[in-house]
Each structure stands twice: as structure tokens, then as C-alpha cells.
């Protein structure tokens, strides 16, 4: 079934070819003619009047429809990851019971780096990796410069050492490394 309502086809004869026969009629059966002409476009354009509201009134649910649908795509695009940071979470808690329980230094470590290990694997799960490595070129695409130092063993513009790493998502940088590089004297 079919929500679109048919646009009436009234036949409507062509204007010139209607004046030509008209002459021959007397005034009040060619007034009537016209008046009966300009009813049907009337109605046609009624139809047409109708059915231009309708489509918009759709056009506008189907706007608010895909912006729904959008805010809630945004509302739980992060499940998946979410899902997977739960363990990790779980696991601080434990490293923080058995701290408060107090466990030794060395289980502790090896707790955290366990942890550790756990958070990494979930992030990368979701293509998260690591930007900045020292030796490599600078590249301002991935790259925040905090400081130069003076280093003629190596190019200009190589990284000397990484102060913060940076990340990126696939191929989308979400945080610069922030490194030291080097110039010339």
C-alpha cells in the first residue's frame, strides 16, 4: 500500500486549441467552458498544493528520524570499546585491594604491568596505536615540537626523545607525540 496520493490527470486541453473552437460559441457556453477549465486546474493544483505539504511533512520526519538515529549511534558508538575497558577496570580494583590488603611491592608490579598489558591489547583492538619514536624523522602531521637542542649527530629535525607518546586511530591522529628535536648549531 502506498502512502502517495495520486495527482488527479484531468484531461486539460491545450489553450490555444481551445480559443479556436471557442469563437464559434456563444459568450455564455464559452464562459462556462473557461469556468469549467479553470475549475479542474483549480483542483489540480489543490492536488498538487496537497501533496507538496505532504512531502514536506515527510521530508521533515525523515530529518528528525536520521538525527535520532544519529544521536544515538553517538551514544553507543563507545560500547564496544567500553565493553572491553571493563575488565581492565576490574583488574585496577583488584591491584588496589590487594595494595590496601598489602601485598608485596613485586606482585604489585606485576599486577600493574598485567594490567597494563590488558589496557594496551584493548586499545589496540580498536586500532589504537602508539606515535613517536625517537630517531624517526619529525613530522608535523604526527608530531608536536616542544623543544629543539642543538645536535649535530644526527639530521636536523630528527626526534631526539619522546616526552609524550602520541596516538592515532587507523589513520586519524587523536593526540601528537610531543617530542624534543634536533637542529643544527
Known amino acids: ?4 496520493k495520486e495527482t488527479p490527470e484531468t484531461p486539460v ?25 479553470l475549475a479542474q486546474l483549480n483542483e489540480v493544483a489543490e492536488a498538487l498544493k496537497d501533496e507538496n505539504l505532504r512531502l514536506r511533512a515527510d521530508m521533515q520526519n525523515m530529518r528528525r528520524r536520521q538525527q535520532q538515529e544519529l544521536e544515538k549511534f553517538r ?9 572491553k575497558l571493563l575488565p581492565v577496570l576490574d583488574n ?3 591491584a ?4 590496601e590488603a598489602g601485598a608485596s611491592v613485586e606482585a604489585l608490579l606485576d599486577g600493574v604491568k ?20 625517537e630517531g624517526t624523522p619529525f613530522d608535523p602531521e604526527h608530531h608536536e615540537a616542544l623543544a629543539a637542542e642543538v645536535n649535530d ?6 626526534v631526539l626523545h619522546v616526552l609524550e607518546p602520541g596516538y592515532k586511530i587507523a589513520d586519524k591522529v587523536v593526540r ?7 637542529k643544527r648549531s
Open 1 to 4: 500500500m502506498s502512502d502517495e
Open 13 to 37: 486541453s491545450d489553450p490555444l486549441e481551445a480559443s479556436s473552437t471557442m469563437a464559434d460559441l456563444p459568450v455564455d457556453e464559452e464562459r462556462e467552458v473557461l469556468e469549467n477549465k
Open 75 to 83: 551514544l553507543y558508538a563507545t560500547e564496544d570499546l567500553v565493553v
Open 92 to 94: 585496577f580494583e583488584r
Open 96 to 99: 588496589i585491594q590487594s595494595a
Open 114 to 133: 598485567a594490567v597494563d598489558r590488558q589496557l594496551r591489547a584493548a586499545l589496540e583492538g580498536v586500532r589504537l596505536s602508539r606515535i613517536g619514536t
Open 153 to 158: 649527530e644526527v639530521p636536523a629535525d630528527t
Open 176 to 182: 601528537p607525540a610531543k617530542v624534543r628535536v634536533s
